[in-house]
């Protein structure tokens, strides 16, 4: 037997050695972050026998019912990255401002940007959720973290990934040097490398989008869905497979193993999309880019975009390069 058993400490331990003025602080903070996704694991598997499903009666800042895992997950995040040093400052979907460090522990020179829990109206059916995170480098020189510290580019990521849980754990990160995902062994409790240098297949196999909006869309995109299905007419394609869990991460999950594509464009009820730049959009597009692909808002590239508040939305299509940039061109074309 040759074959390695690589954990993700190792692994991470590994790819900073590549980088010889490295710290170790950003290490430390992605341990951190895998830890923070196990005891959410732990948390959702147990949900439903110790009353953490269903909804805490609450509305978020992003105006959606707020569940009682989203607010677990979220707090945990918090708990795990506010006393380490390692941090400048934090921003998360679920919390209106930037989050300071408290009084009192040092601040890093890092900013970390998160969904704690994507997908959650999936909680209560048993289907897969997932965190997703981006790491950045501070701006600001010292002290307390700003606005601007977390209102960076999505090509200014130093580290970003997801946690998927699903039939099993997963996380999947990039520090910009290969995409690699780790499966978590719940009986050692280890998350244990099982794909390395994860690209994006070249033959596209699933198109995922949600066609009840079909009429709130604009031409340019029905004409695409259309294309897609292989219903052009002047350009009839072999018809992509659809699947759309309702859960941006696993979508983004599949499309990344499987190939192809899954697009969330702005609509009438959505002017700006629905999906957040910096805590889903830009994390996503960043693996996807190193992973081979691409991510674009139906006219450039999600990872070119300057970040004006904290809560953004964009409209994203995200996967296989040829097809995005084919969403591109019908918006061009008809929009
Ligand atoms: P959230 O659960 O963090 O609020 O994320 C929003 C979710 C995405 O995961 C998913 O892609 C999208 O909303 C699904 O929206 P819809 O139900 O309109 O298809
Ligand atoms: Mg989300």
Redesign the pocket.
Known sequence: MDEQIVTIERHIVEQEREYPKATGVFSNLLYDIALAGKIIAREMTRAGLVGSLGSTGKINV?H?EQMKLDVFANQTIIRMNSFTGRLAAMAS?EREDVIDIPRGYGTGRYVLVF?P?????NIDINATVGTIFGVYRRRSEEGAGTLADCLQKGRDTAAAGYIIYGSSTMMVYTTGNGVHGFTLDPSVGEFLLSHPNLRIPDEPRYSSV?H??EKFRSEGIRRFGRWLRGMDEADPQKPLSER?F????A?FHRTLLKGGIFY?PADSRYPQG??RLIY?ANPLAFIAEKAGGYASNGRSNILDIAPRALHQRTPLFIGDRSLVEKAEEFIAEYD
Do not use: H, I
């Open positions: 992003q959606e979907e969904d829990l994507d997908g959650s109206s949600n009840a909006y759309y309702g859960a941006l991460v979508d969330y629905k999906l889903e």
